[in-house]
């Protein structure tokens, strides 16, 4: 069986590799390919090599790494191609039996369907953040992390299925050892708006003030145009949201989730609380964000407002399986994930997490202890070949 996984990658972890190795540009295509995804593509290249592992013949690609690609099309084609085209004709030249497409170009999707007949299932991916539906109603499967998405998506008339994330140990062999210069830290975005990051924004804000706190975010740079922008959603929903009152208005409204977010960005005249400045670092990825989980005491953990139930972020099995003291938000089904108190330890409001951080900033060794029998259960579980038989159980089911 082959499997081609299309995905894409933070667009500065790609800028990130090649200021970090510039001689890796002059690289042949397959051998960048490679540095590029043990290094950083943490799901991808995750998943590539547990199919690998499992026998079938997997090959995943970061499509938007421009560089990367344009390298491709050197060693393959002729002319100037686009990006759109050059993941075609990868696609084309390995000729898989099934496609997961990780990609939101619904054009080229639809060029792949009707031109590369080997593809017998195709398979796309959602979070807790749902993208584009014009996408997935085009493919034969939807996986997701998020319980919730796959209630939403299935009472569209998608056919989803429910798989979890996974720990990738590859990045961990160009890590160093730990040096604990981070008391609590957090990784990640800082989205205002509805379903996004709103309470996560809150409980940081209130964590800063009460403890060393550092948030690695892509929101650590904020610029002139990052502020008008906020400004502009700010001035627009607040002339908007008056429409949402007209009981006419309300459900044509609730109808266009675009429109319907920025009404209710009324809050948001910042990206965020200006609080947090003092707190950011530069957003890290692949194996310089396992060297921060490396290096810090406590990581927290905050899902996104869209994850009102269930645990099912990357963090979890990150912080575990690098070995760090994972302090998350309690979800249901956590308890069927970690053993709480013995592996991680996970709060139910701001109090709790504030006891609970004191707790362990206190007790070292408990602490310690928490973050190797952490790792060890993932690293027994939650290791993406762990995940290989349901996920070869669930294309079997939904193969053509």
């Known amino acids: 069986m082959k499997i081609f996984i299309a995905t894409g990658l933070y667009l500065d972890t790609t800028k990130r590799f090649y200021t970090n190795f510039p001689d890796f540009k002059n690289l042949p295509f397959e051998r960048q390919r490679q540095e590029i995804n043990e290094r950083f593509s943490v799901w991808g290249y995750g998943w590539e090599a547990a199919f690998q592992k499992y026998g079938f013949t997997a090959y995943s690609v970061p499509v938007n790494s421009t560089h990367l690609q344009m390298q491709w099309a050197k060693e393959n084609l002729k002319g100037e191609v686009s990006l759109q085209e050059i993941l075609f004709r990868q696609i084309l030249l390995f000729q898989p039996d099934i496609l997961w497409y990780d990609h939101f170009d619904l054009k080229l999707l639809k060029k792949i369907k009707e031109k590369i007949p080997s593809i017998k299932l195709i398979v796309g991916w959602s979070g807790s953040a749902i993208p584009p539906v014009a996408v997935l109603k085009e493919v034969d499967l939807v996986l997701s992390c998020a319980p919730e998405t796959v209630s939403i998506l299935s009472k569209q008339g998608l056919p989803i299925e429910h798989m979890h994330h996974a720990f990738n140990p590859a990045p961990m062999k160009y890590i160093q050892p730990a040096v604990k210069k981070h008391l609590v830290t957090f990784v990640g975005q800082i989205v205002r708006g509805e379903e996004y990051h709103n309470y996560r924004e809150k409980l940081l804000v209130t964590i800063s003030k009460n403890y060393e706190l550092s948030i690695f975010s892509p929101y650590y740079t904020i610029t002139a145009i990052h502020v008008v922008k906020s400004i502009i959603k700010k001035l627009v929903s607040e002339a908007l949201h008056p429409l949402s009152n007209i009981s006419l208005l309300d459900s044509f409204i609730r109808e266009l989730p675009l429109l319907n977010k920025l009404i209710n960005l009324r809050h948001a005249w910042l990206p965020y609380d200006i609080e947090l400045k003092r707190t950011m670092h530069p957003a890290v990825f692949g194996y310089e964000m396992y060297q921060v989980i490396n290096d810090s005491d406590i990581v927290l953990n905050i899902h996104a407002d869209s994850s009102p139930k269930y645990a099912s972020n990357m963090r979890l099995f990150e912080t575990t399986g690098i070995g760090s003291c994972l ?73 053509k």
């Open 327 to 399: 302090l998350t938000d309690y979800r249901k089904n956590l308890p069927g994930l970690f053993n709480e108190e013995n592996e991680i330890l996970s709060y139910k409001n701001e109090n709790e997490c504030l006891e609970k951080i004191n707790w362990l900033i206190e007790n070292k060794d408990e602490r310690m202890r928490i973050a190797k029998t952490g790792q060890k259960k993932t690293m027994k579980e939650h290791l993406f070949e762990h995940r290989i038989e349901s996920a070869v159980q669930i294309f079997t089911k939904h193969l």
